[in-house]
Structures are given as C-alpha cells and as structure tokens.
C-alpha cells in the first residue's frame, strides 16, 4: 500500500537532466508516483527513452530540447509547459557540467560559463517555476548540489565548487523569500554518484574510486536510483513543513571527519 502522503497524481513536473542519470530516474520516480512530465535536456535521444519508460507507466511526458544555460530557451520550455498542462507543481534542478581546471590556470572565462550553466541557468528555471507556483499558490522546487559545494575536493574542482555552493545559498534564500507564499525550496547534496563521465574519469585514474571511497562510510558509490525515494519526499506532501534544507545523499561522505576511518575504507586498518 502507497501512502496517500506521497501520491502526486494531477500534478506535472519539470526535470531538467532527464535523459540520463540521477535526472531520468528523478523523472521516473515521480512519474511511478503519479505525476506528469516536462522532461528537459540536450540530448533528446535520451530524454525519447526517458519518455516512453514514462508512458509505460501511463504518466504523460513533454520532451523539450533545452541548454539550462540560455535563458530564452528556458523560457520557451516553459510557455510549452503552460499550453500542454497550464501548471507545474515539482522543479528539478539536476542538469548542468561543471568545469575542472588549476586554480592557477582557470580563467575568467572559464568560471563565467560555470556560473552560467550551473547559477544562473538554474536561478532562471527556479524564477519560471516560482512565478506560476505562486499564483496558484503551492509548489516544490528541488536542485542537485555536490557536496564539493559544502566542502573541498580539491582536484582542481574550485569553479564547480563555487558554483554548487552559490546554488546552496540560493536553496536558503529562496525558500526564505518564498515558504510563506507556498513554495518550497530544499537541495539535495550528493557524493559521488556513477555516471558516464565519472565512470570515465576512474577508468583514466585507477586511484581515483578509492579515494571517493575513503569518503563513503556506506561502502560504495552512489547510483542515479538513490535519488529517487529522496525526491518523491520532497515532491509531495510528505515534506509540507520542510524547507530551506539542504538534505546529504552521499553515504555517510558529510558525517564524517577527514581523519577519520570506517569498517572496509581502502588503504586503511580500523582499530
């Protein structure tokens, strides 16, 4: 048996990033809950399989071709999503590449184009929603944020590490701005999670995974599904009075301190 707490049948949803990752299975996820879809991304072969996974489940889903870093394409998404549903109840921000270069090398440039993909993109996206869930008076907004934009990586991570944490901040500001207006805005905090570019990244560094997982206490890596029960929580209305939050999914990564050691951490003997 569902709860009736988590049910979000008549509503629709905009996930951005839903073509493949922890942004397809967002979108799955609320669609196995009821919701209906805008799906957003570049790669618009994948969000046509993200869609028919949707159809299957008898949930509609509007894929729309979008670069979340221009903000007249966000705009346009969103006057398709008014004539095909007239609403948007849930946002998802999970789309947006970040940039690693030296600290001593990284250019203006270089961290403009982060902010913009990641920042301002974003803010755009979460503004178009606000707008509409304000008029009818209720609404959940919900953004990826590494835990890079909590703590240090290092690794040359500094304009992805900005960028994340002025996403923190505006998750802060926002459901300050707007709780009282019906709107929430949470974030959600993740660790390292597997996809194509991270799996890439290990295979180029065969040191790389066990570093990631010195961090993780619960023993493994993330995976795009983890997402999916924690953002049914804060889609529906089983997280009614929770806002301004910023909710860690990394596998213990936060809780612990840089010193110290877990049962199985590579490289190291628990005593």
């Known amino acids: 048996m569902t709860h009736p707490l ?3 049948s008549g509503r629709v949803a905009l996930v951005s990033g839903a073509a493949s990752g922890m942004g397809r299975a967002m979108s799955i996820a609320l669609a196995e809950v009821g919701a209906d879809l805008v799906l957003a991304d570049i790669n618009a072969a994948g ?3 993200t869609a028919q996974q949707i159809a299957q489940l008898d949930r509609r889903a509007l ?3 979008c670069d979340v870093s221009d903000p007249e394409q966000i705009a346009a998404m969103f006057d398709k999503l008014d004539a095909e549903y007239g609403r948007i109840d849930v946002l998802g921000n999970v789309a947006g590449e ?5 600290p001593l090398e990284l250019t203006p440039a270089q961290i403009q184009q982060c902010m913009q993909n990641l920042v301002v993109g974003r803010y755009v996206a979460t503004q178009q929603a606000a707008k509409r869930m304000i008029a009818q008076g209720r609404g959940s907004i919900m953004s990826i944020v590494s835990i890079a934009g909590l703590t240090a990586l290092g690794r040359s991570h500094i304009a992805y590490s900005m960028a994340m944490g002025a996403v923190a901040q505006m998750t802060r500001e926002l459901s300050t701005e707007w709780a009282g207006r019906g709107v929430r805005v949470n974030a959600i905090v993740c660790a390292q999670v597997t996809n194509r570019g991270l799996e890439e990244r290990m295979r180029a560094d065969p040191n790389l995974e066990a570093a990631y997982l010195r961090g993780l206490p619960i023993g493994r890596l993330g ?3 983890d997402i999916k029960g924690l953002a049914i929580f804060l889609a529906s209305d089983a997280s009614s009075w929770i806002t301004g939050a910023l909710i860690p999914l990394d596998g213990g990564n936060l809780a612990k301190n840089a010193g110290g050691s ?6 190291a003997t628990v005593g």
């Open 47 to 49: 969000m046509d399989d």
């Open 223 to 225: 995976r795009p599904d």
């Open 98 to 102: 970040g940039i690693r270069a030296d």
């Open 6 to 8: 988590f049910d979000l």
């Open 63 to 65: 894929p729309v071709v």
């Open 262 to 267: 877990h049962p199985g951490m590579p490289g």
